[in-house]
């Protein structure tokens, strides 16, 4: 790592991403890309990098901090292999991790949008990526360099003068910010944003709540993991949200606490995105992200116990509570055997958003006949399902005859 330009006692791998460094985003991608040991040029050993040793040995691999290039020397064996990250690289792991795969390379781009970027020109049509992987026979080279150089430098003249293949990566990883060079903090806020989108949004078409978590994640999700919010304190918040909210209905108030389930929801599938954030990086594993089949059943149950509370059958005396809870409860089965029978519509997705369920449950509990309209939405998911069924068999019916003939 070397001084940043704009900041001469500070380290561009010190610069914050999601609440990370750039450095604990690359031992990551080392760590993945199975490194036993781990080097980092630096004038001393900060409290940063006592904190990423922990990580590095905490995986099996050996951490070293060392003040010139020909410390290096010693450390690396010919039989070895290198995997040399740019000061201020980060790259989408997946990324670059397919992209060195295949043996030794020095990846390259074009020397135009190269030097744009901050990356260091290789000669009059290239410029480095800052991403290498090299056999360790070239190490032995920084031993005759001046103790000025820096290593990632010193080891790309090496390499280019040892003929270590070089591949360009794909225009499309700089044009959407999947790869890229921190230089200052300003361009680590500007590059936060989108590096939160790429991890975010998910390929297949989302319901409203799974959409507008998202976007709360890509605006506040960078001041919380500033503030040093981990996803498992998010999701404690999503788990207070929901206990509020039964404890709302069984005081009388269903319409709040129905929109408290429904926060609730929405609180965990930010907790789920921000661990989703996490494990793209390669940073941590999604510990207590409320995604798992325990949340979802016990959340369900808060709202077929809202739904019974608020149920109109209440007033009524010798009314069985079974009866209350008939209705609400065939309405979350049913809401979770569609998008099972029917998993290949788009439109199954809002069925399993429980931010759009509890909202909707919220103002039918406000302004309408509870008990009756229930009882409709149910008759109409079970009507839709059974005819978008029947029309799936037509059309395979037709397929097959058409087939034969």
């Known amino acids: 790592m070397d001084a940043a330009a704009e900041e001469p006692s ?4 010190h610069l914050p991403i999601g609440g990370r460094s750039v450095l604990r985003h690359q031992v990551g991608l080392a760590l993945a890309f199975g490194c036993a040991r781990i080097v980092v040029q630096a004038e001393a050993l900060t409290g940063e990098l ?8 905490s995986a099996g691999a050996r951490f070293h901090v060392i003040p010139t290039a020909r410390a ?15 000061d201020g690289l980060l790259a989408v792991p997946e990324d670059a991790l397919r992209l060195l795969n295949d043996g030794p390379v020095i990846l390259t781009m074009p020397v135009e949008t190269g030097l744009a970027a901050g990356f260091e020109r290789i ?19 920084l031993g005759e360099l001046p103790p000025e150089w ?8 090496i390499a280019v003068q040892a003929g270590v293949p070089q591949r360009d990566i794909p225009f499309a990883f700089i044009d959407q910010g999947r790869w890229r060079l921190i230089r200052s903090e300003d361009e680590a806020h500007r590059a936060e944003p989108g590096w939160l989108r790429l991890h975010t949004i998910g390929a297949h078409r989302r319901s409203p709540g799974e959409m507008l978590a998202g976007i709360a994640v890509q605006k506040i999700g960078p001041a919380l993991l500033h503030a040093g919010t981990r996803p498992y304190i998010v999701t404690i918040a ?3 949200l929901g206990v509020l909210g039964v404890g709302a209905g069984w005081f009388g108030s269903a319409t709040i606490g129905f929109a408290l389930l429904a926060l609730c929801w929405l609180v965990a599938e930010c907790a789920a995105l921000l661990a989703r954030v996490e494990r793209a990086s390669l940073l941590a594993s999604a510990r207590m992200a409320p995604t798992g089949a325990a949340f979802a059943l016990l959340l369900d149950a808060g709202f077929v116990a809202l739904c019974a509370w608020r149920s109109e059958l209440a007033d009524i005396s010798g009314v069985a509570a079974a009866l209350r809870l008939f ?5 979350m089965l049913t809401l979770r055997l569609v998008p099972a029978v029917c998993a290949a519509r788009d439109w199954t997705s809002w069925l399993s958003d429980r931010f759009l369920c509890g909202i909707g449950l919220a103002v039918l509990s406000a302004i309408g006949p509870f008990d009756a309209v229930l009882r409709m939405v149910v008759l109409a998911l079970l009507a839709g399902t059974l005819l978008d069924a029947s029309a799936v068999g037509r059309r395979t019916a037709n397929a097959a005859s058409t087939i034969r003939e």
């Open 50 to 57: 006592v904190a990423l040793q922990h990580v590095a040995e």
């Open 72 to 86: 290096l020397v010693p450390l690396v064996s010919p039989e070895d292999e290198l995997l040399v990250l740019a």
């Open 150 to 157: 820096s290593p990632a430098s010193a080891l790309l003249r």
């Open 238 to 240: 999503s788990f207070a």
């Open 10 to 13: 500070g380290l561009r791998g």
């Open 123 to 141: 000669d009059i049509n290239h410029a480095s990526a800052g991403a290498m992987r090299l056999p360790g026979r070239v190490v032995a080279g």
């Open 327 to 331: 209705a609400p409860l065939v309405l």
